[in-house]
């Protein structure tokens, strides 16, 4: 069964510093990956979708990286502003198009 | 407008009674999903749709239902809710690449 882990669980860091989120997963047979941000209350904004085929996505001042033989990505996030302050998710396609298994997410503090 | 939209945003409900969360996508995806978040834990699918005669269960199907009533509209059902269906329930589309479009959310709480 495939299992999707987070880490750090919560992480908090000063306005502009660069930082790294990880996603793990157990099983490397995905179809994709996907980060999502998730604002308290509110539903989940797609970020970054990185098929299994491609090694990295890029948008703005996000980069994520996929490995799928050792089971991991991560989001890169550049220059923080308190407005990245949030939870974000990974999650991996399993089977196409019927199983997205998530992770428990990575809370994020920017602090001014 | 959202392309994603769930009614009713928040419900308060009792023991017992039948709740409908409804669902309406104008994204055009064939697939549409449910899922239920609980504070700390990932999202668990409850119910997955690819057309309006395919519906799926998820890993966590039981004490709901579903009905897929067009390529845009997808409703959950529980038929009588208990206090540990209390959380947080998502909407979503896919579209052919894999990528996930979520709704708003519904917050329930079953007294």
């Known amino acids: 069964k495939q299992e999707v882990t987070q880490i750090p669980a919560a992480l908090s860091v000063p306005e502009g510093e660069n930082l790294v989120l990880n996603c793990s997963f157990t099983?490397?047979?995905?179809?994709?990956l996907q980060w999502f941000r998730q604002d308290p209350g509110k539903g989940l904004t797609s970020l970054l979708l990185i098929q299994s085929s491609q090694r990295e996505q890029t948008s703005g001042r996000l980069n994520a990286s996929l490995d799928k033989s050792s089971g991991r990505s991560t989001l890169y996030i550049a220059a923080s502003q308190p407005g990245d302050s949030a939870t974000y998710l990974c999650a991996v396609e399993v089977n196409y198009g019927q199983n997205f298994v998530f992770g428990p997410g990575t809370r994020l503090s920017v602090l001014p | 407008d959202a392309d994603v939209t769930q009614t009713p945003r928040n419900r308060i409900t009792k023991t017992g009674k039948r709740i409908m969360l409804e669902c309406s996508q104008t994204?055009?995806?064939?697939?549409m999903y449910w899922y239920r978040q609980d504070p700390g834990l990932g999202l668990q699918l409850i119910y997955y749709s690819f057309d309006v005669k395919d519906i799926n269960k998820g890993e966590i199907s039981d004490g709901y239902s579903v009905s897929r009533q067009a390529q845009a509209k997808f409703s959950l059902s529980l038929e009588s809710a208990i206090p540990n269906q209390t959380a947080l329930y998502f909407c979503?589309?896919?579209?052919?690449?894999?990528?996930?479009?979520f709704g708003p959310g519904t917050r329930l709480t079953v007294l």
């Open positions: 994204k055009g995806h064939d697939r």
């Open positions: 979503a589309t896919s579209d052919d690449w894999g990528e996930q479009y």
């Open positions: 099983d490397s047979a995905i179809y994709n």
